[in-house]
């Protein structure tokens, strides 16, 4: 019955019928695109060799862009892609992929996230990341590499790893959050009752009842107090016990660290007792405090007394109970070696961060004073752990905020600590930063990029001395102004060209314009761009799969500007997977984090101008503390 009625139809009929459709369909369809061949026939020829042999896989930027979508390297990729910003997760990949490639090479970028001096990245949460995912994988590299820890960063790292392992990696995250939410309740919390309203309740009360009253409320809200206390210490001891005992490989790592202090503590009591006293580590300061928060949920000042000292070796501690033994010892290294030494080394001199956070507190003690001495002398304020992009944000909170003189100069003094540290090391030659100020930076990446364009600008020699680029939309060539920072910050944001976009290219061209207007010589060009991004860089190229890097290759050798090619260094801000160029791309860069450090690796052009990724690498994880780390696991 279905197909019946097809009888009545004439062959010839519905071929037409079908005709007719498919030339309808034809008419609405849109037009076929033109063929483009391969990317390779529309580019000059005399681009360089490498130009056209990319055998990497390739993807799209947030803004459509071509990209890499690894350097071909897993080391590498974890060495730019890892950033303060970076979640835990992605983090864990990249390094397990990279330890698959090469351990020993990894071992050293881990420790490379935590260095505070020379050229480390100064990333604290990453590296403590890292160091879980070490514990949990190959512990006895982890364990072997203990004495390594302090020298890249310091020895509260020790506790802070244990502390993790015990509370869990997202503890430190949790209290941060909830620190938050306290002070946004505070600036929210809602508004008093009246003056007037508050004589009207305390009329209708006798003053005598209200003072019992107060007292009784009082009273009770410390002993509750108390009772919480208390019932918190002994979680914390039950959850350190059965950590201890149950957890075979936290137990490894807790013993080896409680060795670690014991023997630096003996050693130190040493040095006290002959009167070395120059010698003394820092281990009685970061060792913890018996009931401080470390030893609540670790239990390991026990640990560490019973090893200064041991039951065997001292007479007195024979036959007594295992429970007196402990807390006799506790006692003991308390008394005897934990005071003692940190009387020893006490000390006028206050670290920087501990600077920025307490100076509020110093104002009140002739701090002021204090300050205008060392503004008219040698600044001897000490800035070499401080990221660059936190002094700046100190001195903008203090200006917000009206604070008192005192915290705007000692955020100035900090730059200039910096700066002159910096400068006696070396000058950057030939060289000149690029800021991506866009609206994909977001917040700090965003401040970083200004605050580390600012100080490429004031590392390099004349005539590039002073000066950056900013770029979103359009880049802007500024001259920064300004005898302060203060002053420079403000002209920064005043002459900057915010956008949407991310114009990377346009950057180029606009060099490659004055370069023509100008005929300047090859030899003249800048030999050194810093490239402060998140490279999620427009899609600004209307070749297929042109990479931005490419781009910049193929324009500048159009302008017969190809063997000016300047050096680029590429530094990643922000968590993305683009990639701009492979491992081996000559005469380029790969960097990321927030610290200033790594410009160390071009002070006065100790890397060569046609350097590729994988040299840089090996650069910045070169030095002797690195030499030392081994692979045991």
Request: net charge positive; glycine share 4%.
């Amino acid at each position: 019955m279905l197909f019946s009625h097809l009888k009545k139809w004439n062959p010839k009929r519905i071929f037409c019928f079908l005709s007719s459709d498919l030339e309808q369909k034809k008419s609405i369809a849109p037009p076929s695109p033109p063929l483009l061949g391969p990317p390779w026939i529309h580019y000059p020829d005399n681009l360089p060799e490498w130009f056209y042999s990319s055998n990497y896989p390739m993807t799209y930027t947030e803004k459509r862009s071509p990209t890499f979508l690894t350097t071909g390297n897993p080391c590498l990729d974890f060495f730019f892609h890892v950033v303060p910003n970076t979640p835990p997760r992605s983090l864990k990949h990249l390094l397990c992929s990279a330890w698959n490639h090469d351990p020993l090479t990894t071992l050293k970028l881990i420790f490379n996230l935590r260095g505070v001096r020379g050229t480390g990245k100064s990333d604290m949460d990453g590296f403590y990341t890292a160091a879980l995912w070490l514990h949990q994988n190959h512990l006895k590299t982890l364990a072997a590499n203990v004495g390594s820890i302090p020298r890249f960063g310091y020895l509260k790292d020790l506790p802070e790893i244990l502390y993790q392992l015990v509370q869990g990696s997202d503890m430190r995250r949790k209290q941060k959050a909830e620190l938050a939410k306290k002070k946004k309740n505070i600036k929210g919390a809602k508004e008093k009752p009246s003056r007037e309203d508050r004589m009207m309740d305390r009329s209708s009360v006798p003053r005598e009842i209200r003072v019992l009253e107060s007292l009784r409320r009082d009273s009770m809200k410390k002993l509750e107090s108390s009772r919480l206390r208390r019932v918190r210490r002994r979680e914390m001891a039950r959850n350190a016990l059965d950590k201890y005992s149950d957890d075979q490989d936290y137990r490894f790592l807790f013993e080896r660290i409680s060795d670690y202090f014991a023997e630096l503590l003996k050693n130190d009591m040493k040095f006290y007792e002959s009167g070395e006293l120059r010698k003394v580590s820092l281990a009685a300061k970061w060792c913890p405090s018996m009931d401080c928060t470390y030893d609540r949920v670790t239990l390991i000042c026990e640990s560490i007394a019973k090893k200064v000292f041991p039951r065997e070796l001292y007479p007195e501690y024979e036959g007594i109970e295992e429970a007196h033994y402990s807390y006799r010892v506790r006692n003991r290294l308390r008394k005897q070696v934990l005071v003692p030494l940190r009387k020893v080394l006490e000390s006028q001199e206050v670290s920087s961060a501990a600077m920025s956070l307490y100076k509020d507190k110093f104002l009140n003690a002739r701090f002021t004073k204090y300050l205008e001495q060392v503004k008219a002398e040698n600044p001897k304020i000490d800035a070499g752990e401080f990221l660059p992009h936190l002094i700046v944000k100190s001195l903008i909170k203090s200006l917000k905020h009206d604070c008192r003189y005192g915290s705007v100069q000692v955020a100035e003094l900090h730059w200039k600590r910096m700066v002159d540290g910096l400068s006696k090391e070396g000058k950057l030659r030939n060289c000149m930063a690029v800021c991506d100020v866009s609206s994909s930076m977001k917040k700090t990446p965003f401040g970083v990029a200004l605050v580390l364009g600012l100080l490429v600008s004031e590392l390099s020699e004349d005539p590039w001395k002073g000066k950056l680029i900013t770029f979103s939309e359009i880049p802007v060539l500024q001259t920064v102004k300004g005898d302060d920072l203060k002053s420079k910050i403000e002209f920064v944001q005043k002459t900057g060209w915010w956008g949407m976009n991310t114009n990377f290219q346009k950057v180029f061209d606009k060099i490659l314009k004055i370069a023509v207007e100008e005929n300047l010589k090859p030899e003249q060009m800048i030999k050194r761009l810093f490239v402060f991004s998140d490279m999620e860089f427009d899609k600004a190229s209307a070749k297929p799969w042109e990479t931005d890097y490419q781009a910049i290759v193929r324009k500048y050798t159009e302008k017969g500007y190809g063997s000016a090619l300047p050096q680029i260094v590429f530094w990643n801000l922000r968590h993305s997977t683009a990639t701009p160029v492979p491992r081996n791309q000559k005469g380029v860069v790969l960097l990321s984090g927030f610290s200033m450090n790594l410009l160390k690796l071009f002070f006065d052009s100790e890397l060569d101008m046609d350097i590729d990724p994988e040299i840089a690498m090996e650069a910045a994880i070169s030095g002797e503390e690195y030499q030392k780390l081994v692979v045991v696991d």
